[in-house]
């Protein structure tokens, strides 16, 4: 199994931009600070989520394939 990778972080500024970019494509924004912190602390641009968070990422990643499905975004 492939391990989801972190393609883009960032803090104040840089995050709203992130989240401003996302919208603009259609991706949508589930927050989520305490993952998102540790995410931010822990990972690299272009590496693997570690397997410590597998499971809040599975679950962010489970809503956002609902939402897909239920075709709310």
């Known amino acids: 199994?492939?391990?989801?990778?972190?393609?883009?972080?960032?803090?104040?500024?840089?995050?709203?931009?992130?989240?401003?970019?996302?919208?603009?494509?259609?991706?949508?924004?589930?927050?989520?600070?305490p993952v998102a912190q540790l995410l931010y602390k822990m990972v690299d641009i272009d590496a693997s989520v570690p397997e410590n968070l597998y499971r809040a990422v599975a679950?962010?990643?489970?809503f956002v394939y609902r939402l897909r499905q239920d075709r709310r975004w």
């Open 1 to 33: 199994m492939i391990a989801p990778t972190v393609v883009a972080k960032g803090a104040g500024h840089i995050a709203a931009k992130i989240k401003e970019v996302a919208l603009a494509h259609g991706v949508p924004i589930v927050e989520n600070k």
């Open 59 to 62: 679950e962010i990643l489970a």
